[in-house]
C-alpha cells in the first residue's frame, strides 16, 4: 500500500511540474514586443570588417568573402528582392557562414533555389529566409553575418546572429 502512495505523490509532483513548465513556455512565447527584438538582436559582435561594394554584386551569384576573419568562409548574395534581414537599396543583400552547423562540410550554393547546401549529410538552408534549415542533420540554422551598407556601397559585416562551426566561443 505504501509503494502504491509514493507512486501517486510521484505522479501528482509530475503533473504538478508539468503544468508549471508549459505555464512557463507559454510565458515565454508570449514576449513583449521589447522582449522579442532583444532576442533578434541577440548576435556575436565581431569587429567590423568590408566584404565588397554592391557594384561587386550580381543578383544570385554567390561572392566568397571570409568573415570574422580569414579562417571562416561565408558568401554574399543579391537574392533580387527584398528579404528579412536583408541591405542595400533593394534590401536583398544577405551573407552567411559556409559552413554547415552540423559537421562543419563546406556549403555550396544553389541558384536555381537560393539555398546552400551540405555535400555531407546533405543539410539544406534557404538563404530567403535567413538560412533557415529546411532539411538534413543539422540542428541549427546558419549563422547570418549582420550587414550594412554606407553612402559609397561598401558592405560591412559587423556581428553574427550564431555560433560558426567549429568555434568554441563567440569571441576572437
Avoid at 543539422?138 to 560591412?156: E, M
Wanted: proline share 6%.
Amino acid at each position: 500500500m505504501k509503494c502504491n502512495r509514493l507512486v501517486d505523490v510521484g505522479r501528482r509532483q509530475f503533473l504538478k511540474g508539468g503544468a508549471l513548465a508549459t505555464a512557463g513556455a507559454v510565458a515565454a512565447v508570449v514576449a513583449t514586443p521589447e522582449q522579442a527584438k532583444a532576442r533578434a538582436l541577440a548576435r556575436v559582435d565581431y569587429p567590423a570588417n568590408r566584404l565588397a561594394n554592391i557594384a561587386d554584386l550580381a543578383v544570385n551569384t554567390p561572392l566568397d568573402v571570409a568573415y570574422p576573419d580569414p579562417d571562416s568562409p561565408g558568401v554574399l548574395l543579391k537574392l533580387g528582392q527584398a528579404v528579412d534581414g536583408g541591405v542595400g537599396p533593394d534590401g536583398d543583400i544577405v551573407a552567411f557562414s559556409v559552413l554547415c552547423p552540423h559537421k562543419g562540410w563546406l556549403l555550396s550554393y544553389s541558384a536555381t533555389d537560393k539555398t546552400l547546401n551540405c555535400p555531407g549529410h546533405h543539410s539544406r538552408f534557404d538563404c530567403e529566409a535567413g538560412g533557415q534549415q529546411i532539411w538534413g542533420h543539422a540542428t541549427q540554422n546558419l549563422p547570418q553575418f549582420l550587414l550594412r551598407v554606407d553612402d559609397k556601397g561598401d558592405i560591412y559585416a559587423d556581428g553574427v546572429d550564431d555560433l560558426i562551426y567549429g568555434r568554441l566561443s563567440n569571441v576572437l
